[in-house]
């Protein structure tokens, strides 16, 4: 690469995705050949939502631009009008800071009005995940969308590198780097128990689990009529057994939920619920507990790594690539009970991640280093071959 330095921004809307983005933007922030531009918008600009945009300050990122586009609806009426105000939003704010490339994780509704935002200002897209398949949320179109708006793919595993070219895009564009969220848990020193305990006003009990679940947003059934039957399961463990909760996302029913969670959590001493934990503390909590259930890819981009079970409820991870160390089950009590006793008598300490085994970060800026010419990726070959 010749001239000025590359900028590359960032775009993150949640807790979760910047997780994922956190080790990359550590690696570009030390690069002398980057300039790291952050962007923050949706969910991290919510009171709601905890302003989780101050994590990321505090983490040594300063700001270069924040985009409000989030109504406070749960409805589709409410995430489609969002997504109208993100793309007018970030098309301002991308217009001003002219990126070589907008780098993006995953497949969420403010991912997808960034890079259709970045379409027309031209600007190439590195999309960070793509190709996986997640059936039972309307995550899977929004991630397949974004995968045909982007133009560098740095997917986690082969399976979703094959389904990429096979949509048309050229092998020489994508990138099988393993998951920036694996790099974080091998380069962070975890909290011990007490100090988790002090730090979260918590007291664990003899078990303990991780909770983490989202809307469904394609299930035929309501979020909440699912989320019920696993508070009742967890209902019929007993006092003994610690709940720990984190909050659902900005998604269509996720107030909904976040209610029911909180009446839930106000009612029953061994149960806790946090808006948001932090990387740290997140990751630190799924190495302590004995096992993380709900329907977050957490479960099963992460969990493995740290040896632990998870238990998958529904199907909003459909399709995922998996660890032997996850167990599905129904959104129905009897079955979460019945996958509940598996995963704690379910030894994982030889289980292997299929997300990799770090350095996925590396992997990712070396491809990024080895693009002469950002403003030429614009123009894409279609392949039109079977990967």
């Known amino acids: 690469m010749t001239g000025m330095k590359p900028k590359i921004c960032v775009l993150t809307g949640t807790r979760a995705e910047y997780g994922l983005l956190l080790p990359v933007m550590r690696l570009l922030t030390a690069d002398p050949g980057f300039t790291l531009q952050v962007v923050a918008t949706a969910a991290h600009l919510s009171p709601e939502f905890g302003e989780t945009w101050r994590v990321i300050e505090q983490d040594g990122f300063p700001l270069d631009a924040k985009v409000e586009m989030l109504l406070s609806s749960d409805t589709g009426i409410g995430t489609a009008k969002s997504v109208g105000l993100g793309i007018s939003g970030l098309a ?45 949320a309307m995550d899977e179109s929004m991630r397949h969308a974004i995968t045909k708006l982007a133009h560098l793919h740095f997917v986690t595993n082969e399976v979703a590198a094959r389904r990429v070219r096979r949509m048309g895009e050229s092998p020489d564009r994508v990138f099988v780097t393993g998951s920036p969220g694996v790099d974080t848990i091998l380069s962070l020193e975890l909290m011990d128990r007490t100090a988790l305990e002090q730090d979260l006003g918590f007291t664990f009990r003899p078990k303990n689990l991780l909770i983490t679940f989202h809307p469904e947003t394609l299930a035929g059934r309501p979020a909440i009529a699912q989320f019920q039957e696993l508070l009742d399961a967890l209902d019929e463990l007993g006092p003994d057994m610690g709940l720990l909760f984190t909050r659902p996302n900005a998604d269509t029913e996720g107030r909904a939920l976040n209610r029911v969670l909180d009446e839930y959590a106000a009612s029953r001493p061994n149960a806790q619920a946090y808006t948001s934990l932090g990387q740290l503390r997140y990751l630190s909590l799924m190495a302590q507990v004995d096992a993380v259930v709900g329907n977050s890819s957490s479960g099963l981009y992460e969990t493995p790594t740290l040896k632990k079970p998870t238990v998958n409820i529904g199907d909003r991870q459909k399709g995922r690539v998996r660890a032997a160390s996850i167990i599905d089950c129904a959104a129905e009590r009897a079955a979460i009970l019945e996958a509940l006793a598996k995963a704690l008598a379910l030894d994982c300490s030889t289980v292997v991640n299929p997300y990799g085994q770090g350095q996925a970060s590396e992997k990712i800026l070396a491809a990024l280093k080895g693009i002469g010419d950002f403003k030429a990726l614009v123009r894409k070959p279609f392949y039109d071959r079977e990967g």
Request: charged share 20%.
């Open 92 to 136: 301002d704010a991308l217009d001003r800071l002219s990126p070589d490339l907008l780098l993006v994780v995953g497949d969420r509704f403010e991912i997808l009005a960034a890079a259709q935002a970045a379409l027309f200002l031209r600007i190439p897209v590195g999309h960070i995940a793509g190709g996986d398949v997640t059936e039972g």
